[in-house]
């Protein structure tokens, strides 16, 4: 029979390892017997104090690896972290496991580098860390261990008291005072375990906590942007009910939508699509023009490196503002225009609407020609970037044409459908994000 107590059912043992005479006997023992498994029962229907997990906090894991934060209730269960001071002066520099429990672990301190660039080896659990005696700072030594990738990063933190140089070697020294089954303490996605992120090493704050864990997750091979990823978490030997995330960073989701305006089925209505991850990184390309004290600028309303191009010619009559074959051609009437009034033109164009919007900044006149140029500075797949409603791509709303604001976040799109079907119909909604594609949505048509 194992002697190990049993996790889940913690404080429910028999009252006495043996029966003694004046205990109470047989009789007392079988009812601590039931009064225990009741307890113990109720406790894990209840699922009292057991970890769970409840959300990620941002992005999911990354198929190429990276962080992600596990938000969640009870995942501490009451452990400590093993920790460690060394040289008790202003100057100390205290290291502290990022898994609570027992660790096991040793640390030693050996001359041999020079300062500011210390070694930090990790052969099981045995660390050395080589130091320039005498020379090398409590603060480089622990940003020697914050820093390393390949030994420290997901065991140890390190914190400092100052730039005073170490003057003393470390024997090998163990950890302690951590109390739990740090063997046991275990992050899982997709099968391959998760270690715990020093995203804070310099202020001491452990990235496992009783509310949330941030953990690194190794590189998940194999995996494309709709596979789904098992997370699991294991706390003082107690699992938590399995969650799944998407594998891939930053893929984009559509968790609902907001339909205004009471025009879809006819067409110029207005949709606001709400998400995570819809902007995938990508930036958006501009042009500045100026000309004396006028200041215009050009914004692509789509993220991604667009194909389009600004030029801008003098004509004797009105002023106006038309995008064909991917160039936006500004005509200015003899005598100029001021950057407000070409900027309010290129916002009220229907060719150039879901394409591009406009700013202006100085107030001043633009008089003079200018060669075409092409619209710089943005990053990602303009061409695979869609919004499309019943199978028609709706483009995205320059309603704040004289802001800043892009209509496309990384939260929410807001974008103008086309006429599709008709009054009381259903169409089909997916966004498409830097060559990714989003699950579907429908929408009622009005």
Excluded at 89 to 102: D, E, H, M, N, Q
Excluded at 299 to 316: D, M, N, R
Excluded at 345 to 365: K, L, P, Q, W
Aim: hydrophobic letters at 40%.
């Amino acid at each position: 029979m194992s002697t190990t107590p049993s996790k889940s059912f913690g404080t429910q043992r028999a009252q006495k390892a043996h029966l003694l005479r004046g205990s109470g006997g047989l009789q007392a023992e079988v009812q601590d017997v039931r009064n225990d498994t009741e307890d113990g029962f109720q406790a894990l229907e209840a699922r009292t104090g057991f970890p769970e997990l409840d959300a990620v906090d941002g992005a999911g894991p990354s198929a190429a690896g990276g962080d992600m934060v596990l938000l969640g209730r009870a995942l501490l269960q009451g452990q400590t972290f093993d920790k460690l001071v060394l040289w008790l002066t202003t100057s100390a520099v205290t290291i502290t496991c990022l898994t609570p429990g027992k660790s096991r672990f040793t640390i030693q301190i050996t001359d041999g580098a020079t300062a500011g660039s210390e070694v930090v080896t990790k052969t099981g659990n045995a660390f050395v860390i080589q130091i320039e005696a005498t020379v090398s700072t409590a603060n480089q030594i622990a940003t020697a261990i914050n820093a390393n990738a390949a030994d420290s990063d997901g065991y140890l933190r390190a914190t400092s008291g100052g730039a005073d140089a170490v003057n003393a070697i470390a024997v090998v020294t163990a950890m302690a005072g951590g109390a739990g089954d740090f063997a046991n303490n275990k992050i899982m996605a997709g099968g391959l375990e998760c270690l715990p992120a020093n995203t804070t090493g310099a202020t001491g704050v452990a990235a496992w906590s009783n509310t949330a864990v941030t953990v690194t997750v190794p590189a998940l091979t194999g995996l494309v942007a709709t596979d789904k990823v098992q997370i699991t978490l294991q706390s003082n030997g107690v699992r938590a009910d399995a969650m799944s995330a998407s594998a891939l960073t930053g893929t984009p989701e559509l968790d609902f939508h907001d339909v205004t305006g009471g025009a879809v089925a006819s067409g110029g209505g207005d949709i606001t699509l709400i998400g995570r991850a819809l902007l995938q990184g990508q930036t958006f390309d501009e042009l500045q023009r100026t000309e004396g004290a006028a200041d215009l600028t050009v914004y692509a309303l789509k993220p991604g490196a667009s194909p389009l191009s600004v030029e801008i010619t003098v004509g004797g009559g009105v002023l106006s503002a038309v995008i064909a074959a991917n160039v936006l051609t500004i005509e200015l009437q003899a005598a100029g225009d001021t950057d407000d009034a070409i900027a309010t033109a290129i916002n009220v164009s229907a060719t150039c609407d879901g394409v591009v919007r406009a700013t202006s900044a100085a107030g001043g006149s633009i008089t003079l020609a200018q060669a075409e140029a092409d619209l710089a500075g943005g990053v990602g797949d303009y061409a695979n970037n869609k919004v499309m409603v019943g199978g028609l791509e709706a483009l995205p709303q320059n309603e704040t044409g004289t802001t800043t604001t892009a209509k496309w976040s990384d939260t929410s799109i807001l974008a103008t459908v086309p006429a599709v079907g008709g009054t009381g119909d259903h169409a089909q909604i997916t966004v498409e994000s830097n060559g990714v594609r989003t699950q579907a949505l429908s929408a009622v048509l009005t």
